[in-house]
């Protein structure tokens, strides 16, 4: 057998967030078909905490482990952010800003609307990882606020959001890596986050488009 030394690449920095709000019908909390036609890019964030929520559970048999099956819920993020578009965030709190005189209602119970989440991921090198998180809601969102000092400092939020399965394969997650043997060299960040990937066909469109 042959051994093969591998070098990695190790990351430099997060990219830009992406985000497309889903347009479910009225009754249906979340329409895999549907996303608004607009993506919105901000390239505000300073750090992304991904945490897996996920149970393993050991399948005993004639007196032994016979198997361990690992079920992953969800995938929690909490975003950390130099600023949010104050519209987006109501939106994603559920927030009422029907009020055509500029008055947001915040508190009630309401139901958060589903949005696709996108992040990139740098590496030192030129490898790059752009990902999808195509059924996502806002878990919770900080708001400090602290006085003017004689000299500036940064006062960041926190949004937490949670991605849910979309597919009937309980996959959170559609990305691709270009450090990876199949990876479409035509891809470009803006290809790739034009809309929200959830399908094999849907990167090969995106890899293709405007070809």
Partial sequence: MA?????????ETVGGMYYCFNTKEEKIDYDVEN????????????????????????VRSSG????????A????????????????????????????????????????PFFAFGKVVKKVGGAVEYAWYPKCQLVENTDDIATLEDTFSEQNDTVT???????????????VNSETENFPE???????????ILTAEDLKTATTAGA
């Fill in 3 to 11: 051994i093969t030394t591998k070098k990695p690449m190790i990351k």
């Fill in 35 to 58: 996303y608004e036609e607009n993506v919105t890019k901000c390239n505000v964030v300073k750090n992304i905490a991904t945490t897996e929520n996920a149970e393993a559970t050991t």
């Fill in 64 to 71: 032994e482990d016979y198997e361990t099956i690992n079920q």
């Fill in 73 to 112: 819920s969800s995938v929690d993020m909490a975003i950390e952010v130099v600023a949010f578009d104050a519209a987006d965030l109501a939106k994603m709190r559920g927030e009422d800003t029907s009020d055509t005189g500029g008055l947001i209602l915040s508190g009630a119970p309401s139901r958060r």
């Fill in 161 to 175: 959001i949670r991605a849910y399965a979309f597919n009937d394969s309980k996959q959170k997650k559609a990305y």
């Fill in 186 to 196: 035509e891809l470009t960040e803006e290809k790739f986050f034009a809309k929200p």
